[in-house]
């Protein structure tokens, strides 16, 4: 029997990964989520030898069950290829005292790469599976890197269109430019009067909304998600903290079965739970670590059992961090209260309606002992870019910065000297200004002063997501209120 793969709101909304992957988000505004693990055979001893496709081959063929190894292969082959910078996908460096996965080595210098490298072509190839013909229109919020990462992966792909909305003003300037110079006849790049939230907020309404998927229908359209809603850009990342492990056990950090911490810097908390499906299917983890700049809801949720919303939004120096709606928070309360769809549904539905919702009695207490949680303001995340730069001269980008504080933070109030793993999600190159900044402590002039500055830091070529941005032309420059999205859709559309 292949995967079942479940909406966190509707017991009897069930499909495969395919059709999970294609539909992207459930149309019940649940997320389709595994209510079982896949049987996965982890034999570091040999899985220490393998190379990132291959580990890769491992994972996807058992969560992506009813593809077949041929069609798995070819997305692999497409995927981790050489766009990305290293022959290793992923690198495993210590720094300090534990070990950064540097995921930031694909074609926009974000870890948003390591899954939507591959995403379009499991999405193209789960679209022939069911017999699709409509064109899907791939449509996304962004707080700084998914916008990038899928459009470089989606540009030009045939049969589909890609909308991505990013907060004015609440992205860098590298990053926006990534954006807004995006070529491809099938992008699309608007800005919004509002935040992430609101973006996502009303991305997931468009979804939900019957009357626009009948006339998208109609037309031969229908939608799908690039961000981590949707299965197919979640599986993909749980690859690459089983190919850290086995990496760890090659350098003879750990041997096969050795425990590990793995420490996340996260705001929809995707990344995490990607760490956290890895556990289940018997990665040797003893704390996952939930690491939070300023917007701490989660790590507020974690000490307290309350998840409450009702705060201020702060724009921070870690963009893509600044959440306050953690969307994949609702599939880990889904496991949390055995899989229950409809307590799932009315919490969701208290946090829209209440702005918070409590799990304080009938939940699985084994998964709060599993998460640590901690977060780094804006003065501790600059100083520890500048600690870490003095003691390894290593830049870090301002996300692996609130991950590294977060975890130094907790190493040293618990003693717990496990070897631990933290997630780097980006290079120090998208955050040049900041980097920059907390290193020397003088302000460049602008990013790409920064940028000059920042090759002589760390005497790490500029990359080629980098190279050239200053001069492209920018093509996409629209911005409109957060309640006018949908009217921008249909105009792209042309419905």
Not at 349 to 366: F, Q, T
Not at 420 to 449: C, H, I, L, M, N
């Amino acid at each position: 029997m292949p995967l079942v793969y479940q909406s966190t709101r509707d017991e009897n909304n069930r499909v495969t990964a395919s059709q999970a992957i294609l539909q992207g988000l459930a149309q019940d505004g649940g997320l389709f989520t595994p209510i079982a693990m896949p049987a996965v055979s982890l034999d570091f001893d040999q899985l220490q030898q393998a190379s990132y496709q291959e580990v890769a081959r491992l994972v996807l063929g058992a969560f992506l069950d009813d593809f077949t190894p041929e069609e798995i292969d070819h997305c692999i082959r497409h995927a981790y290829d050489d766009k990305f910078d290293t022959p290793a996908i992923a690198e495993v460096v210590s720094v300090d005292g534990h070990y950064n996965l540097e995921l930031f080595h694909g074609a926009t210098i974000a870890f948003k790469d390591m899954a939507l490298s591959i995403l379009p072509h499991l999405l193209t190839t789960a679209a022939k599976k069911q017999g699709v013909t409509n064109k899907i229109v791939i449509l996304t919020a962004t707080s700084g890197d998914t916008g990038k990462a899928a459009m470089a992966g989606f540009e030009d792909v045939p049969g589909t269109e890609i909308i991505v909305f990013y907060p004015h003003g609440g992205v860098s300037k590298i990053q926006e430019l990534q954006m807004t110079t995006q070529t491809g006849q099938n992008t699309h790049v608007v800005a919004i009067d509002g935040n992430f939230d609101d973006a996502q907020t009303n991305v997931k309404h468009m979804f939900n909304d019957v009357a626009l998927r009948e006339k998208m229908a109609a037309r031969g359209l229908q939608f799908s998600s690039a961000n981590s809603m949707n299965i197919g850009r979640l599986v993909p990342q749980i690859v690459y903290y089983v190919y850290a492990y086995a990496q760890l056990v090659k350098q003879g950090v750990v041997a096969a079965g050795d425990p590990i911490n793995i420490t996340v810097p996260t705001g929809n908390f995707g990344n995490i739970l990607a760490a956290y499906y890895a556990k289940l299917i018997g990665l040797p983890v003893a704390k996952l670590i939930c690491a939070s700049n300023e917007n701490k809801v989660l790590t507020d949720f974690f000490h307290s059992k309350t998840y409450d919303k009702k705060r201020e939004f702060k724009v921070t120096t870690s963009p893509s961090m600044d959440i306050l709606v953690s969307s994949n928070l609702e599939r880990l309360i889904f496991h949390l209260v055995g899989n229950d769809a409809s307590r799932t549904k009315a919490l969701m539905e208290a946090l829209v309606e209440k702005g918070e919702y409590s799990l304080l009695e009938g939940i699985d207490d084994s998964i709060f002992d599993l998460f640590e949680a901690g977060y780094a303001d804006e003065q501790a995340t600059a100083t520890e870019i500048k600690r870490v730069y003095e003691q390894d001269h290593y830049v870090e980008d301002p996300h692996t910065a609130v991950a590294s504080a977060v975890y130094v933070a907790y190493r040293t109030a618990s003693q717990d000297q496990t070897p631990t793993v933290v997630a780097s999600t980006a290079s120090p190159y998208k955050f040049p200004r900041v980097t920059v900044e907390a290193v020397t402590g003088q302000a460049p002039a602008d990013d790409f002063a920064a940028v000059d500055s920042l090759v002589e830091l760390s005497g790490v070529a500029i990359p080629k997501a980098v190279q050239g941005l200053q001069d492209a032309p920018v093509r996409h420059e629209t911005v409109v209120a957060a309640q006018d999205m949908q009217t921008e859709v249909e105009r792209y559309l042309g419905i």
